[in-house]
């Protein structure tokens, strides 16, 4: 059976603050969300915001909010929902195209893959997942593996890939 025939589809606010191409649509974007969503049936919230930057946005964000003078790839904000308020938002994920690229040129990797992967990555940390500890790490990267698969990605995490 075709994968994408099963597939989920998030909701996804698309915000551009970069001059990139290529980019992925929201189409595209709303697909990566959706597979994360499909692998958690009992998740409702579906909606997020995928937002474009320059390094220095990235970086100002992982500066402030994670401790790091760095740009980094993708950045996830959860969203936290105020007492009695229920909304179906996700969060926010903020991705540098430039780094994504970069990474994917260093690595060997379609830029496509690539993007593909950082926002199945950051929809997980959306939802809960981290990798800190060895442990979780593992099982967040397992199932990454998984659900890239799903799109015929190889395996991110291999040296070849």
Request: avoid cysteine; aromatic fraction near 6%.
């Amino acid at each position: 059976m075709n994968a994408d025939a099963e597939l989920r589809s998030g909701q996804v606010d698309l915000q551009l603050a970069v001059a990139f191409e290529p980019l992925p649509d929201e189409e595209d974007l709303a697909r990566w969300v959706g597979l994360v969503l499909m692998a958690h049936p009992a998740e409702t919230r579906d909606e997020l915001t995928v937002r474009f930057v320059e390094e220095a946005e990235s970086r100002e964000l992982n500066r402030d909010y994670r401790g790091k003078d760095a740009s980094t790839n993708v950045l996830s904000f959860p969203f936290e929902a105020p007492p009695g308020i229920d909304l179906p938002l996700l969060g926010d994920l903020v991705i540098s195209p430039h780094v994504v690229e970069r990474e994917a040129l260093e690595q060997g990797k379609p830029l496509a893959h690539h993007f593909a992967h950082m926002v199945i990555h950051g929809t997980l940390h959306l939802l809960g997942y981290d990798h800190i500890e060895d442990d979780e790490a593992e099982r967040m990267e397992t199932l990454e593996r998984e659900l890239l698969a799903r799109l015929s990605i190889p395996d991110p995490y291999r040296d070849d890939a």
